[in-house]
């Protein structure tokens, strides 16, 4: 595979799952997804995940597949948009999995995880869409090491607009 090939792939899932997970940052507020509901006496996922945030999450993300599926060579996937969608919808599961875990875990909005906070949004989007494609194993290594370094300038560029109260 030559390196163009492999950077259309990975850009094929980092594009929309990023999309997702910014959007939902930007946007979010208000509401909580979990309604303030408690699950063994701890919150379902807390007020970090939002109704909005997630709507937001699902409509960029989803525009997002949308405009790189014409861009997407066709021997990338036969559909792009329909892995597109499940794409997202696995990044949002995978984030919201993510805040699940660390509240049964007793950890408050905001406590860092090291790599479940970085990585849960990526490995919800690749485990959901392995019935369609299956990555290579050096474009999950490369997904996530990039992963790695754009969510932590992301989270202190964030940090630094006061659009979240800690930079990570």
Not at 57 to 79: D, K
Not at 138 to 160: D, G, P, R
Request: some cysteine; hydrophobic content about 55%.
């Amino acid at each position: 595979m030559s390196f163009e090939s492999f950077l259309i792939n990975v850009l094929a899932y980092i594009i929309p799952i990023y999309a997702a997970n910014a959007s939902a940052l930007v946007f979010g507020g208000g509401a909580p997804l979990d309604l303030n509901k408690k699950f063994f006496g701890k919150p379902l996922l807390g007020k970090g995940k939002t109704i909005r945030g997630t709507i937001a999450a699902l409509f960029f993300g989803f525009l997002a597949a949308f405009v790189c599926g014409f861009f997407v060579p066709a021997w990338f996937t036969a559909n792009y948009l329909v892995f597109g969608i499940f794409l997202v919808v696995g990044a949002v599961m995978g984030d919201i999995m993510g805040s699940f875990i660390k509240r049964r875990f007793g950890l408050a909005q905001g406590q860092p995880v090291l790599f479940l906070d970085q990585l849960d949004f990526v490995i919800g989007s690749i485990l959901s869409t392995l019935w369609i494609r299956i990555p290579s194993f050096e474009e999950v290594v490369a997904i996530m090491i990039v992963t790695l370094f754009v969510h932590k300038a992301s989270n202190c560029i964030a940090y630094k607009l006061r659009m979240k109260r800690v930079p990570w």
